[in-house]
């Protein structure tokens, strides 16, 4: 539909507001999903944030708000920065639990770090925790 104007002018209107309406979807179309993505966050965590422990642990867990995909999601110790130990989660814990045994670790300070990726949304969290060990490996 063309309307005339005053002034003689033809103006496409219906036009003009259907490109408008076009370049509007492709541009929520194009936001990533991300965007609507909640993040994950971390209810618990064994050891502790900043603990110290007497000796090493047997094992290392991290509790979620949320489902996590226990297979792409993965556990790392690192201590002045470097890798020390890439800790696989077990199977057969509950879905929002991360929890993986490591090698027997000495006094020291370490990092317990993660990379989860949420079943629901697959949105990519990741954090860590400081912990210190004292008197070394386990018995």
Known sequence: MIR???SGRRTALPVTLGRTVVLLLIALLD???AAWAQAIKVMQTDPAANAVLDRA???FS???????DHIRSVLFIKR???LVETLHPRF???????FASSAPLPAGEYTLSWSVISLEDTHVTEGEIPFTITAGKRP
């Open 4 to 6: 005339c104007h005053g």
């Open 92 to 98: 057969k814990t509950e879905p929002q639990v991360l």
């Open 57 to 59: 642990p047997q094992g």
């Open 31 to 33: 936001i990533p999903t």
């Open 62 to 68: 991290v509790r979620f708000d949320k489902p996590v």
């Open 80 to 82: 002045a920065g470097n």
